[in-house]
Nanobody, 126 residues
C-alpha cells in the first residue's frame, strides 16, 4: 500500500503561482511514476503531469506545458507541482497518484495508477 497526501492548494489571482506537494508513505519503493491529475465538477479527471520516480523523466499536458513543473525529492518521498502563470481555467481539484507498474506510455491515463490522494483545491480568480 502507498498512502498519498496532497497539500498546497488555495486561492490565487490569475498570473500567480502555487506549489502543490504530495507526500508518499508506505511501500514507496514500488513506485514507478507519479502523476498529477485535476478535475472540475461535472467533467472527467484530466492528466496534468507525470514523473518517473527513478531518472526523473517528465511529461506534461499541452495545456500546462511551459507553466507547470513537476519534480520529486526521493529522499523525502515527495512530488511537487510548481504552477506558474495560473489561469482561471486551471481551477480544479488536483490529485496526485502513484503508478507502480512499469509502462511510461500510459502515464496520461488514469487506469495504471494504483493509489490516489484525497485532492487539494486550487482556485484561480480572474
Amino acid at each position: 500500500q502507498v498512502q498519498l497526501v496532497e497539500s498546497g492548494g488555495g486561492l490565487v489571482q490569475a498570473g500567480g503561482s502555487l506549489r502543490l506537494s504530495c507526500a508518499a508513505s508506505g511501500r514507496t519503493f514500488s513506485t514507478y511514476a507519479m502523476g498529477w491529475f485535476r478535475q472540475v465538477p461535472g467533467k472527467e479527471r484530466e492528466f496534468v503531469a507525470a514523473i518517473k520516480w527513478s531518472g526523473g523523466t517528465t511529461y506534461y499536458a499541452d495545456s500546462v506545458k511551459g507553466r507547470f513543473t513537476i519534480s520529486r525529492d526521493n529522499a523525502k518521498n515527495t512530488v511537487y507541482l510548481q504552477m506558474n502563470s495560473l489561469k482561471p481555467e486551471d481551477t480544479a481539484v488536483y490529485y496526485c497518484a502513484a503508478h507502480t507498474a512499469t509502462g511510461w506510455a500510459a502515464v496520461t491515463l488514469e487506469y495504471p495508477y494504483d493509489y490516489w490522494g484525497q485532492g487539494t483545491q486550487v482556485t484561480v480568480s480572474s
